[in-house]
């Protein structure tokens, strides 16, 4: 009967422990027997569904309970989904994460590497969507949060900027009933970092000027610099870049107080970044130099990823191209170090136009023929810009040696 309150479609035997109340072993045990009767199917290993008529009636069996009852089971279980995406938000490397609630029977889920975290966040989106939903149904307005900015890091991981919009969505309509200040402007950068990267610069940066604004008047430097950083990047794509560089020139000075290197990292790389855009190659070139080894010391592999793509840009249009080529070289090798396929994607557009700035045509093609096939795998817009680099050959091609297995 308690089958029936699970919200999502597939299930495994811990959020069943957490329903009723039991031991894993023991709701294994359960949902192997209901298998071997055919009132579920297997779909995985340890993971299964209920027939689509079989589910209909496990909902109006599972009505049936006792409100009390039925209440106190939903919690355990959102409470589970909650503890147990705090651990692989943690395992993946998630910063800036809300305190778990308190501690829950059956315990969450250990992940021993990042794999495992974001293969169990892929499977359990759309249980992760519906304990949101029953969450906030339940008023567990603390939990709909924690799941939101547990999700964060997996959603950006994958480019799910829709989800993560929709996530947060829900998340600041709860933030907005907890009288807690820290939580809704945590929730508010999540939602302005959502809108961002769905290119609604407008909406963006209203949160996160709310964000600011909150940090503020909670007496939060540390939070209100993170948010500026944030902000000086919707400057800069809404073409503000003196607005840009000011705030990231703050926020700079500002972490430098708090003594946030990681962040002092992010905010030299930015400038440089907006220098570059703005034709100032100079600054753009001294302000990536600064942040290689801030970066390099403090900063995730995603981080350098996009700085040595900075530097190998920079110094392809001051012709320093062979610098360029080592920078590229570099940012290959990370990228694929971590997986990162579509920042790997990006990386060898811009390896293939230095390369081909030097004669080697060839080797410039086989560049963005990888390119190609990784943008058009994730539906990227830019595969339509690596296809049309796949040109007609220019007659004069110095390629004397193909080094893809080197450097792509």
Known sequence: MLLGLHPGTTITAEPVAALAETDRRQAARHLDALADAHLLEETAPGRYALHDLLRVYARRLAARLPDAERTSALRR???????TAHCAATAIGAA????????IEPAPLDFDAEDAALAWFDREQGSLDASMSTAAGLGLHEDVCRLAVARQHHLVLRHHADDRAATFLVALTSARVLDDLQVLARVLCGLGSARFDQRRYDDAQASFQEALETYLSLGQPAGAAGVRLDLACVHAEKGDHDGAIGEMTRAYHEFVEVGDHRRQGLCLVNIGEINQRRGNLTEALRYSLAALPVTRAHNNAYVQITLLGNLAGIH????DLQQALRY?????EMARAVRAELMRAEGLLSYGDTLAALGRYADARARWRTAHELLHRHDHPLAATARARLGPVPHQDRTSVDDVSLAT
């Open 77 to 83: 279980l959102v409470g589970w989904y909650a503890r």
């Open 96 to 103: 800036r994460l809300l305190a778990p609630g308190p501690a």
């Open 316 to 319: 392809r249009q001051t012709g």
């Open 328 to 332: 590229h070289r570099e940012q290959q």
